[in-house]
């Protein structure tokens, strides 16, 4: 059938030919690295597979964290019919394929089917519902493979049905373990080969798989193919050392995904780190996400919000600053870039904060819903025509410039919200001063209109 993996037991088998992370896969749990939480001896997970009950289940996690290597143990354990697909590589024709066989095979008194969606947020949510059936059913147990948040990706009722287990990145203990391995195996590994790691050459590769036991496995065999290149007689012992290592990665692959949760995560993780004062921390996310190729600009745009919604008045330069690096960036571009994002990022993070903005144009716009939609007073309407002039507009109002202290007594808010504070500053910052200056305008707006409504002329009864 297309796309799939596992239906011949041979296929758990891979090529002795193939890429060294292919070949170096756990063949039983006893050489699992790594992962003990959810598949330690004692563990349920591990229980169920090897009692042969596992019921329908999610596996998130990073790339090379194990999510495949348990499929093909799940394969080699279980006595149901196993079935594999990848989402990329398999329609949802060849799946409900699938489904029916199961369905009629266990109707027929056959073993259950396990079916293995590797990439399972590949597919749209309404492709997903074609599982529930056969999953509500018991005639398949789904297990389901992916490194997106499946509370995101995979359908609510689908999930509501499978157990979801997370898989973390490899320690580098972990990664090094696995390294190691691979170097002493010469069934399936480098131990043929007439081949010398120095340590720092294993624990940079560890360091920059990131968690990720394909990289490293790739990595090694890359580094020992360019150790033993100059080389190539049988007797000659290669040597892969950290400078080899350097020249053979050039440059760090990040674990990084623009559209993934990952970019959500670092993007919090920076913001988080500003509004909490720490510049340390902030430069730190800030460089793991332009070293991983994200947007410079998007970047900038993002200080610009927070200058905005963080800082606020308690510093009125931070937006300045935000906006400067964002026009530096542009014109400057990368990777010179870098350093001015730092310096923004920087100041932020040094700036004292205030959201008194942020919440005052929120109760806003809260009004501005709810409340009726009150008409603009006259006073504060113009009034370039003579007809406008004879409907009021414009009436009553006072030039603020031809005031004592710049500041009329009159009311600019409609009658539904009428002294209503949206803005209260806090006494961080350029704030206190703010906050002492409106305060004591209140009061001389309160004393001028007492002292306004005391001078004003009785009113005169209206004409009959």
């Known amino acids: 059938m297309s796309g799939s993996l596992f239906d011949d037991p041979t296929m758990t088998r891979p090529p002795s030919d193939g890429p060294l992370a292919d070949r ?4 039983h749990f006893d050489e699992l690295v790594g992962q003990e939480q959810l598949l330690g001896p004692d563990r349920p997970l591990r229980q169920a597979i090897e009692r042969d009950t596992l019921q329908s ?48 095979a266990r109707h027929l008194g056959s073993r259950r089917t396990i079916l293995f969606i ?19 059913a018991g005639d398949i147990a789904l297990v389901g493979a992916t490194t997106e948040n499946p509370s995101f990706e995979v359908n609510a009722a689908l999930l509501s049905r499978s157990q979801v287990y997370v898989l973390e990145p490899l320690n580098a203990e972990a990664v090094i373990t696995l390294l190691r391995r691979a170097l002493a195996d010469e069934e399936r590994g480098l131990g043929k080969a007439p081949l010398r790691v120095d340590e720092e050459a294993l624990t940079a590769i560890a360091t920059h798989a990131n968690g990720d036991a394909r990289v490293a496995l790739n990595l090694l065999e890359l580094g020992a193919s360019a150790a033993a290149a100059p080389h190539p007689t049988s007797d ?5 050392d950290l400078t080899l290592l350097s020249e053979v990665t050039q440059r760090r692959a990040l674990l990084y995904d623009k559209t993934g949760e990952e970019h959500y995560n670092l993007i919090s993780a920076l913001h988080k780190s500003l509004r909490n004062s720490d510049p ?23 200080l610009v919000r927070f200058a905005s919604e963080d800082v606020g008045n308690a510093d009125p330069q931070a937006l300045t600053v935000a906006v400067a690096a964002k026009e530096a960036v542009h014109f400057v571009g990368m990777p010179e870039g870098n350093t001015v994002l730092a310096q923004a990022a920087i100041y932020l993070a040094s700036a004292p904060k205030s959201n008194a903005v942020y919440t005052a144009y929120n109760k806003a716009a809260t009004d ?27 009436k009553g109002y006072r030039y603020a410039h031809d005031e004592p202290n710049a500041v009329a007594p009159m ?3 409609p009658p539904s919200v009428a002294g209503t504070r949206y803005y209260t500053p806090t006494t961080r910052g350029f704030e206190r001063e703010l906050g002492r200056r409106l ?8 004393k001028r209109r007492t002292a306004g409504q005391r001078d004003m002329p009785d009113p005169q009864p209206s004409d009959p």
């Not at 305060?439 to 309160?446: G, P, S, Y």
Request: one cysteine or more.
């Open 118 to 136: 590797d990439e399972i947020h590949r597919f749209n949510k309404a492709q997903q519902d074609a599982f529930l059936p056969r999953v509500e």
């Open 24 to 27: 170096m896969r756990p063949r």
């Open 57 to 104: 289940i999610i596996l998130w996690g990073p790339p090379g964290s194990g999510k495949t290597t348990l499929a093909r143990l799940i394969a080699a354990t279980t006595a149901s019919k196993f079935v594999a697909f990848s989402a990329v590589l398999s329609g949802i024709k060849e799946i409900r394929a699938v489904m029916a066989e199961a369905e009629q």
């Open 280 to 302: 340390d921390a902030a430069v730190y996310w800030l460089a793991r996400m332009v070293e991983a190729g994200e947007d410079p600009l998007y970047i900038a745009r993002r």
């Open 411 to 413: 009311d600019c808010l």
């Open 368 to 394: 501005a819903h709810r409340e009726s939609a009150d008409p603009v007073p006259l006073h504060l309407r113009n009034a370039p025509t003579r007809l406008m002039k004879q409907l009021d507009y414009g």
């Open 236 to 240: 000659h012992e290669a040597h892969l």
């Open 439 to 446: 305060d004591a305008w209140r009061d001389l707006k309160a």
